[in-house]
């Protein structure tokens, strides 16, 4: 079975200032990694997509994550933390199987201070 | 191109009422799915459609809900008698072929 966990449910940086969001996951089989993210009343955006090439992957709005299989992480991150990214992040694993259902975690709601 | 969308974009009701939600999904996609988040917890899934077949419906918590997708276009998620519990966002997505879901923006269902 896939299970994501994300660390820290509030996560607060100053602006301008290094965005580090955590995510280990849990799976069977190589997945498929997302980090999505949900500003204010919007709906869920997808930021970046991990599908087994560059382990490096860099997503909108300057976030990029990386995957590291031996530590199973994917951890998302961002240089320069900017008022606007204030949203809730959710990092999510889908079994590399077509059309599968994706699984996330509990999310990270990412505070940026003045 | 359009999104998901997703009717009603909020929904109160009392306990014991019904209460139907749509998701119309962008136009070509087999694959629908629906999710749910209950306050302060993760979004789970609830079930996944191909075309207008239940793929996989796991995640349904129980005989209250009942999901359709007639003619594999639109899906309706209708709670009947809806319980308190049952208030949350729920979250509609589409993909075609394994690629990437599109979600909706949410359906914010309160249960009073």
């Known amino acids: 079975a896939q299970s994501v966990t994300q660390l820290g449910s509030h996560v607060s940086v100053s602006e301008g200032a290094l965005v580090l969001l955590r995510c280990n996951y849990s799976s069977s089989v190589p997945p498929y990694l997302f980090w999505y993210v949900q500003y204010p009343n919007q709906g869920l955006q997808l930021l970046l997509k991990?599908?087994?090439?560059?382990?490096l992957v860099k997503g909108i709005n300057g976030f990029e994550a990386e995957f590291k299989k031996s530590e199973t992480s994917f951890h998302l991150t961002k240089p320069s933390a900017h008022m606007s990214d204030a949203a809730e992040y959710f990092c999510?694993?889908?079994?590399?199987?077509?059309?599968?259902?994706?699984?996330f975690g509990k999310g990270t709601r990412l505070h940026i201070l003045p | 191109e359009a999104g998901v969308t997703q009717f009603p974009s909020h929904s109160v009701i009392e306990k014991g009422q019904t209460v139907t939600l749509r998701c119309d999904p962008i136009?070509?996609?087999?694959?629908l799915y629906w999710y749910r988040r209950v306050m302060g917890k993760e979004i789970k899934f609830l079930l996944h459609?191909?075309?207008?077949?239940?793929?996989?419906e796991s995640g349904m918590p129980n005989n209250r809900f009942l999901a359709e997708r007639t003619g594999g276009t639109y899906s309706t998620l209708k709670v009947q008698p809806a319980e308190l519990e049952d208030s949350g966002v729920y979250f509609c997505a589409s993909s075609h072929g394994g690629r990437r879901a599109f979600f909706g923006q949410g359906t914010r269902l309160t249960v009073v």
């Open positions: 136009s070509g996609h087999d694959n």
């Open positions: 459609f191909v075309k207008e077949s239940k793929q996989d």
């Open positions: 999510a694993v889908m079994v590399r199987e077509r059309d599968d259902k994706i699984i």
């Open positions: 991990y599908t087994s090439a560059a382990t």
